[in-house]
């Protein structure tokens, strides 16, 4: 062996194999092999916010090996991923393997944005040296997490509940979650209707038009009193086409994917929560099948640019083709443009199959990714958009219209099936229409939507709040701490989230504030970019932070947590206390008020009323929940495997709300636990090592 190859992941160092040869071997560090403590804060604050790096957990073997391999090796080709955590593990491999007497040099960097035979060999013939303000801005961010997550958790442990923690950004994320829950309660709904008349035309075609002005001026109705007249004189009024407005747009394509547009896409899309679509990404970049999928770039390399148009060219023809190459302007202010934007290694790949490597959803993402880079290069879609005006006259005159919408050349939705077409019968202007029936529809204004992935996502990049990368990781955190819950596949902060939400807006205004946040982040990139250090960055903000947190500590008053009380039910246990249900590690859970005086909990059950499991006809339908969001299942669980995502039975069949008691547990049990607890844990811990 002559040179070594450092990579992540096993599946990243498999797929290299196949395009250098015999005298590289390739290694995988299984991700970071060193980070700060676990168990202490591992920054010494005195001395310039010294990290104190020590080996992970489970890395000893791996270090040991890859030190074995670098010693014999000519070269060490330090070949992570080309983003600032990719850059910190090259940094940290190359500090653990370094001989530190003979000050090694043969350690080199090399980068590539995508894993082919011609990415990976210029990658290997052209290496460069670590980039030092990638680490440093991997290093601040590290160090200014732990600070804030050290500090305020021991905050939230005395002011809130023991067990709690908080983080820079995902706090910040909880209160847009929060807010947003807020303003749905104290919203209030509007009345308002709409009014649809349904005429034919002199061809005897029918046609539904909307109700829209009266003698001119858009009309606005909030009560059935103001509708009812105009009811009346619409059943006896003369239809006359005033006007036919005919228009023709132009659609363009989409920027391709960038790692916060594939989130989105992919949660509006296919459903995917972020996470999903991260590892999904993940799997099909270590396979070679796209570019790297962490960037803010819509950049793409003119060889792609190429290889699309002449695959549209071949497979659709020239009218498909746009005029000239199409260039995409980035607006994110620290993409780097030498990245791409998430595209396949090849135009020419349609599609992936499924196999032992890829499930449908690796398919699903793919094509989504496929289509997206294709269509980049069509051209146009054109609509012909046509509305058609109609006087409806009596003592007053009424303005009715009907909007029409014709694809007339698909262009690049040639490649995304689907089409919305309404189309309207031909008319003309002077065309009497006769009356048919009408409807009047009472209607409310609806509350803001609640965040779901796409949603989230779209809204913390717009305000500059952590970075697309960082997305996933951020709501995965929210969903962990059981700060959130989803509901049809939307996010809803529970009860203690919104207590530990509302208790740090309260007391660290500052921390919390939207802009400030962004504005932190500024700092970051401008470190990444050479513009800023990071040592000045984390002290200007620790030392108002660290004084905000004494004066929290000392004078904030305790939050409480509310509960919701389950009827007029006392417990079971002790007689004497509601019951109520609270928010723990593993979710909801019913409990007994005069915790802890009385220790008695319950697993809360959901059940479809009145509905026996189908498969086995002898349990309950229950609803349960799991990472993809509700579904249904038989009570009697694993012995029946009957699973449905939609709710069996009818509307009037409820999904309604009971408990089960957990018997209570001895002393003897209670250490039994503990000590099973223990050794499970020293039995991982040997493993690991």
Known sequence: MKHLVIVESPTKAKTLKRFLGADYAIEASMGHVRDLPKSTLGIDIAH????????????????????????????????????????AISWHIQSLLTDKKSKDTKFVRATFHEITKEAILHAIENPGTLNMHLVDAQQARRVLDRLVGYYLSPVLWKKVRRGLSAGRVQSVALRLIVE??????????????????????????????????????????????????????????????????????????????????IQQAAANRLGFTSKRTMKLAQDLYEQGLITYHRTDSVNLSTSAVDAARDFIKTEFGEKYLYEKPRVFTTKSKNAQEAHEAIRPTEATRQGIEQNATFDESHVKLYDLIWRRFIA???????????????????????????????????????????????????????????????????????????????????????????????????????????????????????????????????????????????????????????????????????????????????????????????????????GIGDLVIRSGRFGKFVSCSRFPECTMTGKLIYKVEGIVCPECGEGEVREKTSKRGKFYGCSRYPSCKFTSWKKPGTDENPVVMTYSVNPPKTPEQIEAAKAAKAEEKKATKAKKA
């Not at 046609?207 to 059943?235: A, F, N, R």
Request: hydrophobic share 35%; aromatic share 10%; charged share 30%.
């Open 48 to 87: 310039d916010f010294e990290p104190e790096y020590v080996k992970s957990e489970g890395k000893t073997a791996v270090v040991s090996k890859l030190k074995k391999l670098a010693k014999d090796a000519d070269t060490v080709f330090l070949a992570t991923d080309p983003d600032r955590e990719g850059e």
């Open 180 to 261: 947003r829950e807020k303003e749905r309660l104290a919203f209030i709904p509007e009345e308002y209707w709409e009014v649809f008349v349904k005429v034919k035309t002199p061809k005897s075609e029918d046609l539904t038009i909307q109700l829209w002005k009266k003698d001119g001026k858009e009309l606005e109705l909030h009560k059935k009193e103001e509708v009812d007249p105009i009811l009346s004189q619409l059943k006896i009024s003369n239809y006359v086409i005033s006007d036919i407005q005919e228009t023709q747009k132009k659609r363009s394509p989409y920027a391709p994917f960038t790692t916060s547009t």
């Open 376 to 574: 980049t290069q069509m051209n146009e879609a054109i609509y012909n958009q046509t509305a058609i005006i109609v006087d409806a006259k009596d003592k007053e005159t009424y303005q009715l219209k009907a909007n029409g919408s014709v694809l007339i050349f698909d262009g690049w939705m040639k490649i995304f099936p689907g089409s919305d077409d309404t189309i309207l019968p031909k008319t003309a202007v002077g065309e009497k229409l006769t009356y048919q029936d009408l409807e009047a529809l009472q209607k409310f204004t609806q509350p803001p939507a609640r965040y779901n992935d796409a949603s989230l996502v779209k809204t913390l990049e717009k305000l500059g709040i952590g970075r697309p990368s960082t997305y996933a990781s951020i709501i995965n955190v929210l969903e962990i701490r059981s700060y959130v819950e989803r509901e049809a596949k939307a996010f809803v902060p529970t009860a203690i989230g919104t207590t530990v939400s509302d208790f740090l807006v309260k007391n660290f205004p500052k921390e919390l504030d939207y802009q400030f946040t962004a504005n932190l982040e500024d700092d970051l990139d401008a470190i990444a970019r050479g513009e800023k250090e990071w040592v000045k960055t984390i002290k200007s903000f620790f030392g108002p932070f660290e004084k905000t947190v004494a004066e929290v500590t000392q004078d904030a008053e305790r939050a409480q947590v509310p509960v919701e009380k389950i009827g007029d039910e006392k417990c079971p246990t002790c």
